[in-house]
């Protein structure tokens, strides 16, 4: 098991860009398999979100290296503000050792710092991994996303 005693989580810096990419890319190939995802896209909306809130984007470190990673979100709701964990990944080697867990308690103490009381994530139902993990994090079936392809 590695040693997670020495991980150092910070705020998110420019630096980190490219592995984060990388992060993402490997996520959608397990929760969007086939598709292909528009790097760019997700390169200014994370731009975007860490400008407007630092705190944003979260990254573990060990070593100078990027292990993961937790992108977190504030929305105005018509029934008040919802906090989304829009994305949480640890690096393959690290994962099962309570870091994923680290990530989402940071999220929510954040969250809960800025007075929110609702948090929502979004999982695809073939990930089964991501649905145990966030099932254990304590939350909940609330909503259903239907989707069907227009051909
Ligand atoms: C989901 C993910 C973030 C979990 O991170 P992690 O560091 O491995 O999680 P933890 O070690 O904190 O695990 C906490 C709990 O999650 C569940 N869990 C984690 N990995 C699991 C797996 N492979 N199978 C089943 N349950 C799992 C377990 O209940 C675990 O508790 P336990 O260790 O007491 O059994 C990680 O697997 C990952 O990055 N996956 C790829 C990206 C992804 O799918 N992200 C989520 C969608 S945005």
Redesign the pocket.
Known sequence: MPDISKIKFRNFEEKDLNKIIK?KK??AD??FPGLDIDTNIFKKRLLNRVKNDPNSVKVAEIDSEII?YVFLEIKKASTGPIGY????????P???????????QIAENYLKSRGIKRVR????KT???????????GYVEKRLILEKPLN
């Open positions: 992060f490997d996520s397990i929760s993961g964990i829009n994305h949480v990944f640890v690096s393959e690290y994962r099962k050792s309570g870091l994923g867990t680290r990530f989402m994530v979004t999982v695809t990930n089964k991994t991501s649905l145990n993990f966030c099932k254990k994090m």
